[in-house]
């Protein structure tokens, strides 16, 4: 790559790779050392677990904004535009601001450095820069824990949302090896979110142990137990009411006083998302968002505008959300991750889910767009929606 530090950050990012094999942590640790010379780096929140943290992150943010706090929530992935990963002060970063921070890393790495940082390990470098002046930075993990990009910076608060099977290339076989990877992370104190499985509390312990034996750190570990706490508003899904009572939780140790009023307005983008009244996009994409959407829509039928990586249980999607399906549309998707459409047929003839050739919105009938986020995206893209609140 010549000149490369001629190059946008569009051209930059395009150069780089968003998937890979394997992680090797040291590349960003370094990255990250230099970088923490430069600046200071405001009060971290990390959110990690297997669902959950898009929402959890944007509550607590927008609390937070609303309550004065100068405020950077780093997210990702992005649905329509790359700005959306990095939410400064109640809304998405311009793209000037994300030049100058793009510019200003490029004055500090050298190019081999630069050649070799991932897409995600590269943005996450970006955020924690354009955190400098904030009093919060919520850094939500991507798809790890201990060695993901997020972790390079020392946190003063995890919080834990729900964790389940999901990723076990890379973060392991069962529940508790996947909690473990997780909550190594954690440097300080975690706050435990809701859990499915009592395997994640145990685990939760021994890593405890383990930390205070190899790194000689003190974790303290806050459990939350009752999701029925506080009456919220009724318009948000369950699950989205159990995040909530997390972010609450994180509030209270932070001691900021609560007004439940503030939560009404959160902009939670592509999270159990109605963008009309016959119309819900939801980024989720393994059995457990599956899950907790047929919380939502278990007592109506739904048509349900799917696609599905090949790396994800969609049999199980697809079981779980059976009941409450009238109809599937198979959205049509380039992308080299994505399960063979042929495979996919198969699988919902061989469950008695009618597959409709076309997509024909009618304001009669109930849809639910769901699958990934590249489902979501070019849903939005072909219908030009752009709902955002």
Request: aromatic content about 12%; hydrophobic content about 40%.
């Amino acid at each position: 790559m010549e000149n490369l530090k001629t190059y946008s950050l569009k051209e930059f990012l395009e150069y780089k790779t968003m998937y890979y094999d394997k992680i090797d942590f040291s590349f960003v640790k370094k990255a990250f050392s230099i970088l923490n010379d430069k600046i200071e780096i405001p009060f971290v929140i990390h959110i990690v677990g297997t669902n959950g943290k898009g929402s959890t992150g944007r509550f607590l943010s927008h609390y937070l904004f609303q309550k004065n706090y100068k405020t950077l929530h780093y997210s990702s992935p992005h649905i329509l535009k790359f700005n959306e990963r990095v939410w400064l002060n109640g809304a998405d970063i311009d793209d000037k601001s994300l030049e100058d921070a793009h510019k200003f890393l490029q004055t500090i790495y050298d190019v081999e450095l630069l050649k070799i940082l991932t897409y995600f390990e590269y943005t996450t470098l970006l955020a924690i820069y354009l955190s400098k002046n904030c009093d919060y930075l919520v850094l939500e993990a991507g798809l790890g824990g201990e060695f993901d990009a997020t972790n390079v910076v020392k946190n003063n608060l995890s919080l834990i949302t729900t964790i389940d099977i999901d990723h076990t290339d890379f973060l392991g076989n069962s529940v508790e090896e996947i909690a473990r990877t997780k909550m190594r992370s954690v440097d300080t104190k975690m706050i435990l979110g809701y859990q499915l499985y009592d395997e994640v509390y145990k685990t939760a312990f021994s890593v405890k142990d383990e930390v205070k034996k190899e790194f000689n750190k003190d974790i303290e570990i806050l459990r939350l137990q009752d999701f029925n706490k506080y009456e919220l508003d009724s318009s948000f899904a369950s699950y989205l009411k159990r995040n909530l009572h997390l972010v609450i939780a994180c509030l209270e140790e932070l001691k900021i006083p609560l007004d439940l009023n503030l939560f009404k307005n959160t902009p939670l983008f592509g999270r159990c998302q109605k963008i009309k009244e016959n119309i819900t996009i939801d980024v989720g994409h393994n059995p457990l968002a599956a899950k907790v959407l047929y919380e939502e829509f278990k007592d109506r039928k739904i048509n349900l505008i799917y696609n599905s990586y090949k790396d994800k249980d969609f049999k199980e999607v697809l079981t779980i959300l059976k009941p409450c399906i009238k109809s599937l549309y198979i959205m049509n998707l380039d992308d080299k991750r994505v399960v063979q459409k042929e495979l996919l047929e198969e699988i919902i003839k061989g469950l008695n889910i009618e597959i409709v050739p076309k997509l024909d919105i009618k304001d009669e009938e109930e849809y639910l767009v769901f699958g990934s986020f590249l489902v979501v995206e070019k849903f939005l893209r072909l219908f030009k929606y752009e709902f955002r609140a």
